[in-house]
T-cell receptor
Framework: EAGVTQSPTHLIKTRGQQATLRCSPI?????VYWYQQALGLGLQFLLW???????NRGNFPPRFSGRQFPNYSSELNVNALELEDSALYLC??????????????FGPGTRLTVL | AQKITQTQPGMFVQEKEAVTLDCTYD???????LFWYKQPSSGEMIFLIY??????QNATEGRYSLNFQKARKSANLVISASQLGDSAMYFC????????????FGAGTILRVKS
């Protein structure tokens, strides 16, 4: 069974540009989560999508946005890039909502570098 | 406030010895879940072990066990018989309620296993 996949592996952009990151969940998973991991820091929750809807959002500015497609894959868009957006962006997927033990399976991440 | 605290930025352990990684948490919800993840240098997050707030017994998964002390709000990870491949970053995380699905992560502990 294929795991969570993310593309691209690395992305280099300049300040002010837009970045688009992609994630494909495990087959059968309807929930997709996005986390940001800045260098030396823990993961910060960004967004949660389930069944095509945004369900929850972390404490990030509106220039971080995304969507979930009918096949449950997801896209994270970061507009007007700033230097501090440089980080590893991790996508995770899980079965739908509900339950404390709803394990999130993580992808390998996209490393975004803003110059 | 929902928060995870990992007070050990880095730990060393001799191969074949046991090591305890500390984690304390804060949540006002009586129903929550606690997770430990391992992050090797490749960046991917690997799920290790889960403990639910209502679980009576400490969770165990192979060489991993979770020392859950609810009154102290601590959920320490114990790795027995350390191996060189255990060298990685370890994150404690919490699902702070049965609803919402996001995970709150600590800052992580870097573990280095010495031969």
């Amino acid at each position: 069974e294929a795991g969570v996949t993310q593309s691209p592996t690395h992305l280099i952009k300049t300040r002010g540009q837009q970045a688009t990151l992609r994630c494909s969940p495990i087959s059968g998973h309807t929930s997709v989560y996005w986390y940001q991991q800045a260098l030396g820091l823990g993961l910060q929750f960004l967004l949660w999508y389930d069944e095509g809807e945004e369900r929850n959002r972390g404490n990030f500015p509106p220039r971080f946005s995304g969507r979930q497609f009918p096949n449950y894959s997801s896209e994270l868009n970061v507009n007007a890039l700033e230097l501090e957006d440089s980080a590893l962006y991790l996508c995770a997927s899980s079965l739908g909502m509900g339950g404390l033990y709803n394990e999130q399976f993580f992808g390998p991440g996209t490393r975004l570098t803003v110059l | 406030a929902q928060k995870i605290t990992q007070t050990q930025p880095g730990m060393f352990v001799q191969e074949k010895e046991a090591v305890t990684l500390d984690c304390t948490y804060d949540t006002s919800d009586p129903s929550y879940g606690l997770f430990w993840y391992k992050q090797p240098s490749s960046g991917e997050m690997i799920f290790l072990i889960y403990q639910g707030s209502y679980d009576q017994q400490n969770a165990t998964e192979g060489r991993y066990s979770l020392n859950f002390q609810k009154a102290r709000k601590s959920a320490n990870l114990v790795i027995s018989a350390s191996q060189l491949g255990d060298s990685a970053m370890y994150f404690c995380a919490m699902r702070p309620s049965e609803y919402g699905n996001k995970l709150v992560f600590g800052a992580g502990t870097i573990l280095r296993v010495k031969s």
